[in-house]
C-alpha cells in the first residue's frame, strides 16, 4: 500500500510563495500520474494540477499562471510551486495518483490572509 506524506504548507499573506512537497513510498509512483489536490474550509475536494510519469502537467482553471507542478522519479516526490497566493487558496492540500486510489496523507495546511 502506498503511502503519501505531504508537507511544506504554512500561513502566509497574499502574494507570496510556497512549494509543497508529497513523498511517496513506493516506486510505483514512477509510473503513475500524479495529482495535487487541495480541500477548501467546507468544500469538496479538487483536483488542482496532475503531472504524468513523463512530467506533462495540466492545470485546472487559473491555477495554471500561477502554480506549477513537478516531480523527481528518482525520489519518488512530486511538488506543486505556488506563486501569487490568494486568500481562496486557502485549503489542505494533498498529492495522490490521478485519479485518486491511494490512501489519502494527512495534507498540508495551507493559510493565505488577505
Known amino acids: 500500500q502506498v503511502q503519501l506524506e505531504e508537507s511544506g504548507g504554512a500561513l502566509v499573506h497574499s502574494g507570496e510563495s510556497l512549494r509543497l512537497s508529497c513523498a511517496a513510498s513506493?516506486?510505483?509512483?514512477?509510473?503513475?500520474?500524479m495529482g495535487w489536490f487541495r480541500q477548501p474550509p467546507g468544500k469538496e475536494r479538487e483536483l488542482v494540477a496532475s503531472i504524468t510519469s513523463g512530467g506533462t502537467p495540466n492545470y485546472w482553471d487559473s491555477e495554471k499562471d500561477r502554480f506549477t507542478i513537478s516531480r523527481d522519479n528518482t525520489k519518488n516526490m512530486v511538488y506543486l510551486q505556488m506563486n501569487n497566493l490568494k486568500p481562496e487558496d486557502t485549503a489542505v492540500y494533498y498529492c495522490n495518483r490521478n485519479p485518486a486510489r491511494w490512501p489519502w496523507g494527512q495534507g498540508t495546511q495551507v493559510i493565505v490572509s488577505s
Open positions: 513506493s516506486n510505483i509512483f514512477r509510473f503513475s500520474v
